[in-house]
């Protein structure tokens, strides 16, 4: 089925630039240091670099492989590579994922919109760490403007969707993003060269093993697959739109170590400066919202800097929405026979529902919780932690054994190419160390197995 969205990037950078896109966003700035905080630290750093390696790396070319062989959205692709058979399943996974992620992410995303509209009325000025703890605090726990912000940031998301790919995603992101690598890196100044800024620094790589826990191990794999999109059909879906001509390697290459050089100029931006201001590294999904402000008052230009970081950022999240509903919206699209501008309302209304509820989580439906969770926590820790691993799981499980050697290495390498050695140990990892070492991480993290 030809449709709008299968319009296809019109260049290498392109491509990358989007890919690049999905995976950077929230997941580097907000959640990659709050996590690493809650998790003490250089250990869980240590991790997840080693999952981003050689899990997160090759998960990623597999899903591209699988998307560009498959020519559909997640569940569409699964069902063309293996018919008659369940992994569609797969599809139907990542679906539910992205409702999952998108509904807290929209929740968060609205929190930068705030933020962008602070900095630009200047109301950062002048409030010492302490007093920003408490505006963060007194906006998120309100039933009115976190609800406004998040619908605002889903309305955007929905109608980039809708105008398509190329013309879409692919335009802004291309310029957008090296200018967000230049912003943190301007922060990044700034923060090591504050007073006590060496044991922030200390804190983010400097890894205490006494720290690690079989939960730790499972959060830093999440946070490498919540990063990567990975895990649950977004880079499947982007696969089917890149060209047949392109290099899957050295894609899945670059965007994870774009991806990876924000996440870890990120923690350098927040962590100097979380340990300069006293701030406590384990104070959750507040910390960089906490965080940032103080920095911006001891800049030079701190106020301008402000805006166009903020406003970066909501761009960053938006190219990564863009990507959680455009599971949603080609699944509805190829798979239901819906219009796309249809598809894009039904989704955006039930995620805005979700969206909503996650917003509240903070305020009036605090007490509202599942186990220890409030529908936020429940979403944000659910898709990490379990669907985004077991999905990935089954993902490179089906690339390593259900589909044929043949076919993987004529999307990887090009049609009648002889294997190379990286594709050799390419073929090692995702056939025989990936699906176990994902098992054996989770099985260990929810208790079924000890070591
Ligand atoms: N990776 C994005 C981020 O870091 C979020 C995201 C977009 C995502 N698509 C995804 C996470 C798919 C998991 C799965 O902000």
Known sequence: MQQENRDG???????????????????????????????????????????????????????????????????????KLAPKSKWYLIGIMGVVGAYMILSFYSAVAGWTLQYLYDA???????????????????FTSGSFMPVVWTLVFLFLTGLVVVAGVEKGIEKYTKILMPL????IIVLDIRAITLDGASEGL???????????????VLEALGQAFF?????????????????????????????????????????????????????EPDSGPGLVFITLPNVF??????????ILFFFLLVIAALTSSISLLEVI????????????????????????????????????????????????????????????????????????????????AQEVLGEGKPETSLFKLFMFIIKFIAPFAIALVFLNAIGLLKF
Do not use: H
Request: proline share 3%; hydrophobic share 50%.
């Open 202 to 216: 200390k804190f983010l790589f400097y890894p205490d093993f006494s720290k690690l826990t079989s939960k730790v």
């Open 120 to 138: 630009i009325a200047n109301n950062f000025y002048g409030k010492d760490p302490q007093a920003l703890d408490q505006m963060f605090g007194a």
């Open 9 to 79: 990037f019109s260049s290498r950078f392109g491509v990358v630039a989007a890919a690049a896109g999905s995976a950077i966003g929230l997941g580097n700035i907000w959640r990659f240091p709050y996590v690493l905080g809650e998790n003490g630290g250089g250990a869980f750093f240590l991790l997840y670099m080693v999952f981003i390696l050689f899990l997160g790396v090759p998960l990623m070319l597999t899903e591209m492989s699988i998307g560009r062989a498959g020519q559909r959205n997640t569940y569409g692709s699964f069902r």
């Open 329 to 408: 919206v080609a699944y509805f699209a190829e798979e239901l026979n819906m219009s796309r501008v249809k598809a894009t309302i039904i989704g955006f209304t039930s995620v805005g529902i979700l969206g909503v509820m996650c917003a509240l989580s903070f305020g009036p439906l605090k007490s509202v919780t599942i186990g220890k969770f409030t529908l936020f926590n429940l979403f944000d820790y659910l898709s990490s932690n379990i669907l985004l691993p077991v999905g990935g799981m089954l993902i490179v499980f089906f690339a390593g054994w259900i589909w044929s050697r043949k076919s993987v």
């Open 227 to 279: 990063s990567l999109s990975l895990g649950m059909g977004t880079i499947i879906t982007y696969g089917s739109y890149i060209d047949k001509k392109e290099k899957l390697f050295s894609s899945a290459a670059s965007v994870s170590l774009a991806d990876t050089a924000i996440a870890v100029l990120a923690g350098v931006a927040i962590f100097p400066a979380v340990f300069a201001f006293g701030i």
């Open 297 to 306: 008052q001891q800049m030079t230009g701190g106020y301008f800097f402000s």
């Open 180 to 183: 967000l690598f230049l912003i």
